[in-house]
């Protein structure tokens, strides 16, 4: 079956860069999204369709895609973005969505 | 503004069903696609299935054919999931979710945690 691939966890300085992957061989042809989670709260959407931010998350929020691969960057971490993350794609047939396993970003 | 309130936490038996429901507000609900989605405790995300605006089609993902049901209220802005035969294995946080196209799951609601336990 298939999957979105991320590392389970992430850490970083404040006020670094935080980059986060997930990797998938449908995300050539299929939209991808990111969504934040903090612990006891449904998840946020922080972006979508690869690149675009919506309204209301901050700009130190991006993402990028480079063939199978497609990242979120985080630049000058704050504590407060301690949290899960989860990339979210669907398969090939575009029917069904799938979420990577999450990755746990830590601000030391 | 847009708001996703769901039912209150649940515990029943194995076996037994469950329905959580989920009301909207501050947009048309009838315009959009309605998912829910899970997660089990310390675990990642899991989506189940699709509502249409319509109400009349729906899609699950395979591992929940055959004992899930997604209907929808327009006239209430409510929509509903109903799981059946549950086990242990179904205890998890359940999240209806607005799915605004390729804007993605833009809204969540809070969540409910359905418990399965003897």
């Known amino acids: 079956s298939y999957e979105l691939r991320q590392p389970p966890s992430v850490s970083v300085s404040p006020r670094q860069t935080a980059t986060i992957t997930c990797s998938g061989d449908?995300?050539?042809?299929?939209?991808a999204y990111w969504f934040q989670q903090k612990p006891g709260l449904a998840p946020v959407l922080v972006i979508y369709?690869?690149?675009e931010r919506p309204s209301g998350i901050p700009e130190r929020f991006s993402g990028s895609i480079s063939g199978t691969t497609v990242t979120l960057t985080i630049s000058e971490v704050q504590a407060e973005d301690e949290a899960d993350y989860y990339c979210q794609s669907t398969d090939s047939s575009g029917a069904y969505v799938i979420f990577g396993g999450g990755t746990k970003l830590t601000v030391l | 503004q847009v708001q996703l309130v769901q039912s209150g936490a649940e515990v029943k038996e194995p076996g037994a069903s469950v329905r959580v429901s989920c009301e909207a507000s501050?947009?048309?609900?009838?315009?959009?696609?309605m998912v829910w989605i899970r997660q089990a405790p310390g675990q990642g995300l899991e989506w189940m299935g699709i509502?249409?605006?319509?109400?009349?089609?729906?899609s699950y993902a395979q591992k929940f054919r055959g004992r899930i049901t997604m209907t929808r209220d327009t006239s209430t802005s409510t929509v509903h999931m109903d799981l059946r035969i549950l086990t242990s294995g179904d205890t998890a946080v359940y999240y209806c979710?607005?799915?605004?196209?390729?804007?993605?799951?833009?809204?969540w609601g809070q969540g409910t945690l359905v418990t399965v336990s003897a």
């Open positions: 501050g947009f048309n609900f009838a315009n959009y696609y």
């Open positions: 979710v607005r799915d605004n196209g390729g804007y993605g799951f833009d809204f």
């Open positions: 509502i249409d605006p319509s109400g009349y089609a729906t």
């Open positions: 449908s995300l050539p042809h299929r939209s």
């Open positions: 369709k690869e690149t």
